[in-house]
């Protein structure tokens, strides 16, 4: 029968060796599992191990950069090692290959530049993208960071973020200021989120760069849940947020096969 933790999730594999690697492993799975960082105490109750055990664990994948402690407690999170090898593991996965030719058959038919992007703290991490052939266009690289608060991908991942995790992003984040078009109260940006939660879709309308508008739609995993965004961007005389709209059923079914096609390994989406 699977068991919950007294906050609602899955509680993680309780080690059944006394492996170190197992138990790192079981530590590490219920910190990604959970939205708040957790306290030793959490972890001790949760996988039925010692304190001690369990704080001895912690500060090794801390020193190795997996675990992070939460600033002002003594509460644990995932740390940027552990970030990254993520990121690196769904970029250079055998499934991304497919959904890159999902993506660049997007962008043969909308003519416009498209990316996957995840979130990453802060920001987003595009873990593809395929440009247009247009020579006036934005051009970045799979692996490029971007602000969250401006952007259509950052704006929809934080709107189907849990509310302590949204809530936490909008205290913590630096909300800069690119164009007038920018979003910097907390508040206002909230709203918007809501917003964006409620349509199913989000966009960027001149926020982080004068000119260019892009429209974002949601990656699911086989359960549902919004693990990326798939974006389209262009300049806004070309490729107008009206325009995108008309092609949102076009993104969907796309992001629809890429969310396949992340899980599916060689299975055909």
């Known amino acids: ?14 080690p059944e060796t006394n492996s170190a690697i197992q138990k790192a492993l079981s530590i590490l799975e219920m910190v990604t599992q959970e939205i ?21 664990v912690i500060r090794q994948l801390e020193d190795l950069g997996l675990l992070r402690k939460d600033p002002g407690t003594d ?8 970030r990254a090898l993520a990121l690196n593991t769904i970029s250079s996965s055998h499934s991304t290959r497919a959904s890159h030719a999902i993506l660049q058959g997007l ?6 530049t498209c990316n996957v992007g995840m979130l990453d703290g802060h920001e987003i991490i595009y873990i593809d ?33 849990p509310k302590d995790a949204r ?47 892009a429209l974002a739609v949601p ?7 919004v693990i990326a965004g798939l974006a389209v961007h262009a300049p806004e005389p070309r490729f107008p947020i009206a325009k995108a709209i008309e092609h949102i059923e076009t993104f969907r079914e796309a992001a629809g096969r890429i969310g396949l096609s992340l899980f599916e390994g060689d299975k055909k989406s």
């Open 75 to 82: 509460r644990y999170t995932t740390g940027a090692r552990l």
């Open 129 to 161: 993208r395929v440009e247009c052939d247009w020579p006036l266009r934005v051009q970045l690289k799979a692996g490029s960071h971007v602000p969250a608060h401006c952007t259509a991908i950052g704006k929809l991942l934080m709107a189907y973020q």
């Open 107 to 112: 962008v043969d038919t909308v003519k416009e």
């Open 1 to 14: 029968m699977l068991a919950f933790t007294a906050r609602g999730r899955p509680v993680a594999n309780k």
């Open 219 to 225: 990656v699911r995993d086989p359960q549902g849940e």
């Open 167 to 213: 809530d936490r992003i909008l205290r913590t984040a630096p909300l800069r200021k690119f164009t007038k078009y920018t979003i910097t109260d907390p508040d206002q940006l909230e709203a918007s989120l809501d917003q964006i939660a409620a349509q199913g879709y989000s966009i960027n309308n001149q926020e982080d760069a004068i000119g260019l508008v």
């Open 36 to 56: 708040r960082p957790l306290g030793i105490v959490d972890i001790s109750r949760d996988l039925g191990l010692p304190r001690q055990t369990v704080h001895r």
